[in-house]
Nanobody
């Protein structure tokens, strides 16, 4: 059973930093692109950043320079370093990955981790 589990969300003051982690587990053969999305209250879920298996990255234009995505392929884990946090960064952050496992290939989502930035 493949699953993604996020961690690292917290309440932080504006200007602070957080590092989110997302670990994939299960009978995994390989993992393709891994992404972070976020969903603010009352809004749609938007892409924050993505990283390919080879390390190529892409970011939401508005977040470039403050957020950094990275991954550890040996640990099947993706990270999101968030600096200079702002109240508008508040939301639930979700991990997403395309995973090839014993049962086939599919898109998987974690349950999310809450990030709250106070002003």
């Amino acid at each position: 059973q493949v699953q993604l589990v996020e961690s690292g969300g917290d309440l932080v003051q504006a200007g602070g930093s957080l590092r989110l982690s997302c670990a994939a587990s299960g009978n995994i053969f390989s993992i393709g692109t891994m992404n972070w999305y976020r969903q603010a209250p009352g809004k749609q879920r938007d892409l924050v950043a993505g990283i390919s298996s080879g390390g190529s990255t892409n970011y939401a234009e508005s977040l470039k320079g403050r957020f950094t995505i990275s991954r550890d392929n040996a640990r099947n884990t993706v990270y999101l370093q968030m600096n200079s946090l702002r109240p508008e960064d508040t939301g639930v952050y979700y991990c997403n990955a395309y995973i090839m496992s014993r049962t086939g290939s599919a898109d998987y989502w974690g349950r999310g981790t809450q990030v709250t930035v106070s002003s």
